[in-house]
């Protein structure tokens, strides 16, 4: 999954505007937009900000995988 596919899938799932995305990651709404279209792939510590929200969402974003792996992942232990 490219890195505007999963922004755009957080974006759904989040209900939220590139504009917001566009202040939660710190960056211009061109940027987003450019994050978007796949014309930019970001640099790493708005990698890691994905990262983290993702990570946060799990469970919403994967919800075939079971709430055990969720708590696992989150405390930070192999399952």
Do not use: Y
């Amino acid at each position: 999954m490219t890195f505007a596919e999963r922004i755009q899938r957080l974006q759904r799932l989040l209900n939220l505007t590139q504009v917001q995305l566009a202040e939660i990651f710190g960056v211009s709404v061109v940027t987003m937009h450019n994050w978007h279209a796949g014309k930019v792939i970001p640099k790493h510590d708005c990698q890691q900000t994905l990262l983290r929200l993702e990570a946060s969402n799990l469970a919403a974003l994967s919800p075939h995988i079971s709430a055990d792996t969720v708590r696992a992942f989150r405390e930070g232990r192999a399952r």
